[in-house]
T-cell receptor
Framework: KNEVEQSPQNLTAQEGEFITINCSYS?????LHWLQQHPGGGIVSLFM???GKKKHGRLIATINIQEKHSSLHITASHPRDSAVYIC??????????????FGKGTKLTVNP | DSGVTQTPKHLITATGQRVTLRCSPR?????VYWYQQSLDQGLQFLIQ???????AKGNILERFSAQQFPDLHSELNLSSLELGDSALYFC???????????FGEGSRLTVL
């Protein structure tokens, strides 16, 4: 079992729909990142969360530390939101340093 | 533009060869991270440097090595290349705000 599980793997929506992408993890973490990867390959960090909720424009990210679960919501989705969304958790290595462990990503396609 | 520069953007080479990927972090960022993204494994953390010193190590093969120079740029050296090393290699940097990550555009390596 992967340490970070995302669902769904693929998501197709119509423009304007509300989108939710889920991330569950099985390890202790100090923070969780949501990343966006566009078809060209570049990666952008959307949020870093250690508790509660953050909002940036039409994007909202929440985390529940007790349940080891995070969600990324997109309101009023638009075709330009089409991308792969990756959840990554910042956990401890055996040596005591921190490293990011990534989910497999959710491929979102928003049709006009 | 994240401020992180990676070169080369694309590289095609043969099995058994050696290549060097270069990363210039955002101005002032002391931490540099290297990640590998392959089709079957997804994103994986390779190694982190902080102000010239190795800080954390992930799934980095012995054939791979990295260093960070006094001007804070970093190089990832991949030797005795195998077909399975074909992947996108990302560099990221972080600095002032803990956990905030800025990714380069990646270097796409193809081993034939």
């Amino acid at each position: 079992k992967n340490e970070v599980e995302q669902s769904p793997q693929n998501l197709t929506a119509q423009e304007g729909e509300f989108i939710t992408i889920n991330c569950s993890y099985s390890v202790g973490i100090s923070a969780l990142h949501w990343l966006q990867q566009h078809p060209g390959g570049g990666i952008v960090s959307l949020f870093m969360l250690s508790s509660g909720k953050k909002k940036h424009g039409r994007l909202i990210a929440t985390i529940n530390i007790q349940e080891k679960h995070s969600s990324l919501h997109i309101t009023a989705s638009h075709p330009r939101d089409s991308a792969v969304y990756i959840c990554a958790v910042l956990g401890l290595t055996q040596g005591g340093s921190e490293k990011l462990v990534f989910g497999k990503g959710t491929k979102l396609t928003v049709n006009p | 533009d994240s401020g992180v520069t990676q070169t080369p953007k694309h590289l095609i080479t043969a099995t058994g060869q050696r290549v060097t990927l270069r990363c210039s972090p955002r101005s002032g960022d002391l931490s540099v991270y290297w990640y590998q993204q392959s089709l079957d494994q997804g994103l994986q953390f390779l190694i982190q440097y902080y102000n010239g010193e190795e800080r954390a190590k992930g799934n980095i093969l012995e054939r791979f090595s990295a260093q960070q120079f006094p001007d804070l740029h970093s190089e990832l050296n991949l030797s005795s290349l195998e077909l399975g090393d074909s992947a996108l290699y990302f560099c990221a940097s972080s600095g002032g705000n803990p956990g905030e990550l800025f990714f380069g555009e990646g270097s796409r390596l193809t081993v034939l």
